[in-house]
T-cell receptor, first 116, second 114 residues
Framework: GAVVSQHPSRVICKSGTSVKIECRSL??????MFWYRQFPKQSLMLMAT?????????EQGVEKDKFLINHASLTLSTLTVTSAHPEDSSFYIC????????????FGNGTRLTVT | QKEVEQDPGPLSVPEGAIVSLNCTYS??????FMWYRQYSRKGPELLMY????GNKEDGRFTAQVDKSSKYISLFIRDSQPSDSATYLC??????????????FGKGTHLIIQP
């Protein structure tokens, strides 16, 4: 089945630094990738949608200058959290889909970000 | 009113019981419905994927969608301790999420007692 790989699984960084998270589709070409954030005991909240070669579309309330998304190829999307603050600490999860008719989304295993 | 409502639980049942998990939603444009299982600190794992109304069965899992009532269910038969996890319902207007991504319920924490 479709596999989505996300790296790193866990990262701790100091306040003010930037962190990059990678999301790869391993056995299919992902025309669309989605980035979600999940706080403890909360649901997944969509942050942004990215299509290969074009600018990401951000959900209302998500700062595009803070959460930089690059979808450079059909198998790789990156999320960079710039100038991280403790309130950015969360579980970040990517998902990917391909454009071949009905296609359920598959998720990466998530990245636990802790900003100290 | 949130778009998707799901009782967060926890729901605790004995091993072997039939589990019923439910979500209600308000957006009649949703056509694709999914159930995911999420273990602690892991990404969601797709369990069931259905389009429009009806039933779908896969092993011990049965998904039901009633669009007229805006109500979806997941049934787990012969529940096992390994089924203990958080179960998330999700839905979308488009296949694969399209431009909207998925809208998730809050998740129900399920505990199967040995």
């Amino acid at each position: 089945g479709a596999v989505v790989s996300q790296h790193p699984s866990r990262v701790i960084c100091k306040s003010g630094t930037s962190v990059k998270i990678e999301c790869r589709s391993l056995d299919f070409q992902a025309t669309t990738m989605f980035w979600y954030r999940q706080f403890p005991k909360q649901s997944l909240m969509l942050m942004a949608t990215s299509n290969e070669g074009s600018k990401a579309t951000y959900e209302q309330g998500v700062e595009k200058d803070k959460f930089l998304i690059n979808h450079a190829s059909l198998t790789l999307s990156t999320l960079t959290v710039t100038s991280a603050h403790p309130e950015d600490s969360s579980f970040y999860i990517c998902s990917a889909s391909w454009d071949r008719g009905p296609s359920p989304l598959h998720f990466g295993n998530g990245t636990r970000l802790t900003v100290t | 009113q949130k778009e998707v409502e799901q009782d967060p639980g926890p729901l605790s049942v004995p091993e072997g019981a039939i589990v019923s998990l439910n979500c209600t939603y308000s957006n009649s444009a949703f056509q694709y419905f999914m159930w995911y299982r999420q273990y602690s600190r892991k990404g969601p794992e797709l369990l069931m994927y259905t389009y429009s109304s009806g039933n779908k069965e896969d092993g011990r899992f049965t998904a039901q969608v009633d669009k007229s009532s805006k109500y979806i269910s997941l049934f787990i038969r012969d529940s096992q301790p390994s089924d203990s996890a958080t179960y998330l319902c999700a839905m979308s207007r488009y296949s694969g999420g399209g431009a909207d991504g998925l809208t998730f319920g809050k998740g129900t924490h399920l505990i199967i007692q040995p």
